[in-house]
């Protein structure tokens, strides 16, 4: 759960991400549809928000995170990944609202699951233990893994922060997401070395555990 799984992200790859917000976001849901002519183009397409997006650890559900969230940035300033970041005005009332592109920066799992902690409104509830945490699942698209061609890539399984109980292999295909396990972080999408992406997050929209009662 090292602090470091990105360290090739960097604060400058996060402003990026934070000011110019659709960027991230289309060109890899565009990719995922189109691939080299999106490339091509140079810049994402026009399109309506994709939905859900993936929140950090801790949300609560979509239905209420909105009207919850201060959009004070208080989540984004803390993370150590750089990955959490300002939604753009193109998300339309969700503008500001904290979020994460797996594809440019993923969670990871940090010690002390800081954004968690520090969120003044209750929109991120305090984690304390990272097997609560419930952003979303891995899904494995097999025909695009490389591992199908013969190539022994390990890397989503290497780089999981949570380990073999979210993600390994059971044979010499594919890897294997166990949903019990799988927190939904993004490491395995953003370390994953095909276009597409052969293993992409599907975002959850809420925390799976009720609100506390205060």
């Known amino acids: 759960m090292s602090d470091s799984a990105q360290s090739n992200t960097g604060g400058d790859s996060g402003l990026r991400r934070a000011l110019p ?22 810049e994402p397409l026009e399109a309506a928000p994709k939905w859900p997006v993936l929140r950090p650890p801790g949300a609560v559900h ?22 959490i970041f300002p939604l753009a005005e193109l998300f339309g009332d969700a503008k500001g609202t904290p979020a994460i592109d797996p594809s440019a920066a993923a969670c990871v799992v940090c010690d002390g699951l800081q954004c968690t902690h520090v969120c003044p409104s209750g929109a991120l509830l305090p984690l304390f233990d990272p097997s609560l945490i419930r952003m979303g699942i891995a899904r494995v698209y097999a025909g695009l893994c490389v591992r199908t061609q ?15 109980s979210a993600i390994h292999f059971p044979d010499a295909g594919p890897p294997e997401v166990l949903e019990s396990g799988c927190v939904g972080c993004g490491v395995c999408e953003f370390y994953c070395p095909t276009s597409p992406k052969a293993i992409s997050i599907e975002p959850f929209t809420g925390l799976r555990i009720d609100r506390p009662t205060l």
Do not use: M, N, S, Y
């Open 21 to 42: 917000g659709r960027r991230g976001f289309f060109r890899e849901a565009a990719a995922r549809v189109i691939g080299p002519i999106a490339d091509f183009l140079g």
């Open 62 to 83: 979509e239905d209420i995170f909105g009207e919850t969230c201060q959009r004070c940035g208080e989540c984004v300033r803390v993370c150590p990944a750089h990955a």
């Open 150 to 164: 013969g190539e022994d890539c390990t890397l989503c399984v290497d780089r999981c922060p949570i380990g073999k």
